[in-house]
């Protein structure tokens, strides 16, 4: 089974500043790893996803996010953060040898940025 | 917008109650999955459909019940009301069976039990 860990609960960012969200993961195969986001009273929205190749990605409205095989890693990355980014943030993962496995999602960051 | 749609946006019920959420997905996705999303539970994976059949069961009570109709549309039926059934319900489409393939979702459906 897989598993996803988000182990901040909210991350507190002014404008400008390099904006981060950790995640780490739990998979018996090999990972296909997810980023959404979801603004108030909204559905999620897909980021970026990882599923094979150069291990950072790129996204949108700026972001990236790198994947670390050895320290099953993938956190979320925006270099200048806005005050628009500020959201819940979700990172979710799915074992890449099973089609029809779900889509683990972690428990969600609250970024808050500040002006 | 992602192309998917939810209806209600909104829904106020009585414990005990029976209600339908319906989700229209994409035009061309034959994936429909359904979440539940509460402040204690955070988002949790209920069942996912594709192409009419049912493929992966999550934490959906045995209260609730869903199916994919022959033009992909689904309903999402939950009965016997409770209040900690109060949620935001979320109905989300991909082109395939999972994989790869990232998930679209809709507005979500908020549940209101009283």
């Known amino acids: 089974a897989q598993s996803v860990a988000q182990p901040e609960d909210q991350v507190n960012v002014a404008e400008g500043n390099p904006l981060t969200v950790k995640c780490t993961y739990s998979v018996s195969g090999n990972p296909y790893l997810f980023w959404y986001v979801q603004y108030p009273n909204r559905g999620l929205q897909f980021l970026l996803k990882y599923i094979t190749g150069d291990n950072l990605v790129k996204g949108s409205y700026g972001f990236e996010a790198e994947f670390n095989k050895s320290q099953t890693s993938f956190h979320l990355k925006k270099p200048s953060a806005l005050v628009s980014d500020s959201a819940l943030y979700f990172c979710a993962v799915r074992d890449g040898r099973d089609s029809w496995g779900k889509l683990q999602f972690g428990a969600g960051t609250q970024v808050v940025v500040t002006p | 917008d992602s192309g998917v749609t939810q209806t209600p946006k909104h829904l106020i019920t009585a414990t005990g109650q029976r209600v339908t959420l319906r989700c229209s997905p994409r035009s061309g996705d034959l994936s429909v999955y359904w979440y539940q999303q509460s402040l204690d539970q955070g988002l949790q994976f209920l069942i996912h459909y594709y192409n009419g059949e049912e493929r992966a069961k999550g934490n959906i009570l045995e209260r609730f019940s869903a199916q994919q109709f022959p033009d992909l549309h689904s309903e999402l039926n939950l009965s016997s009301l409770e209040l900690g059934d109060s949620a935001l319900y979320f109905c989300?489409?991909?082109?395939?069976?999972?994989?790869?393939?990232?998930?679209?979702f809709g507005p979500g459906t908020r549940l209101t039990v009283l």
């Open positions: 989300a489409s991909s082109p395939g069976p999972g994989g790869y393939n990232e998930q679209f």
